[in-house]
């Protein structure tokens, strides 16, 4: 191969390099050390027994149950809420630009920073929430949102849709602004209504980017971490404990191999769950 066909690969050379260093030695790293007793010095290989270990936790189930719970809940509502406000905001009227970047502005806010804010918002005492509800009347309502056993993982999940719905917003946005202007002039002729305009032309015209955004959002939910650890930290008992919550606190706890042995089984959950999902949506995609 000659120095001028070959100049092109040489620019994937330094992201390769980075790619290697920061995830194929570290992927293959812990995939060694999840089946050894690992102390962050020394490792004595044990086999299964982490995994063994992981299965047989008595929380188990309701870390995963969290972790399915935390996912249905935020993918739906986000991906919802996106899809309305791409709708409504896709629409020229004055200062739309404006409202449009006061939707995205919590995407680029650090997850724990947002944690943080609303764990303030929601105190029991002294947030604005309760302070409001009880300014208003609503004393019935008012509730320890982050450290009652019932509500509080809805109470983050709550977080979490506030936080991404903008960026559902900005991706389905830009697949209703790809849509020729042609297709409402002709259903507008026919007489279509703003729904049938919507369910036969809008609707079917953006699900590459409502599958692409609804598969980001299972993903996401099933890795979660930060919100519920700036929120609730897994509490109050394990009421928000979700997996990588559990990790990162065997970790702190001196079972790195175990927690090791974790990670890789939320990998294998992920994919699990991604793979026959994309198929399946991309299947519908080709239908439509």
Known sequence: MSKQK?????MLVPGLLLFTVF???????????????????????????NFQSFFMQSELTKIVKNTILFTIVTS?????????LAVLLSRKWTA????????YAPVILSNIAVG??????????????????????LEN????????????????SAVEIWKWSGFNMIILLAGIQTISGSYYEAANIDGATAWQKFIHITFPLIMPAFNNILLLNLIGGLKVFDIIFATTGGGPGTATEVINTWIYKSYGSGFLGE????????????????????SLLRRREVEL
């Open 96 to 103: 739309v630009g404006y409202v449009q970047t006061i939707f």
């Open 23 to 49: 995830f194929i030695i570290p992927t293959f790293q812990g995939m060694y050390y999840s089946f050894t007793a690992w102390d962050g010095f020394t490792a004595r290989w044990v086999g299964m027994e």
């Open 141 to 156: 309502l008012v509730r320890d949102w982050l450290h009652d056993r019932t509500i509080a993982l809805y109470s983050a």
């Open 6 to 10: 070959l100049y092109p690969y040489t």
């Open 259 to 278: 927690a090791s042995a974790g990670g890789f089984i939320l990998a294998f959950m992920v994919a699990l769950v991604a793979v026959p999902t994309f």
């Open 116 to 137: 943080l804010i609303f764990v303030s918002l929601l105190h029991p005492e002294t947030g604005i929430v309760n302070m409001t509800l009880r300014g208003i009347g």
């Open 76 to 84: 739906i509502f986000k991906v919802l809420f996106g899809l309305i």
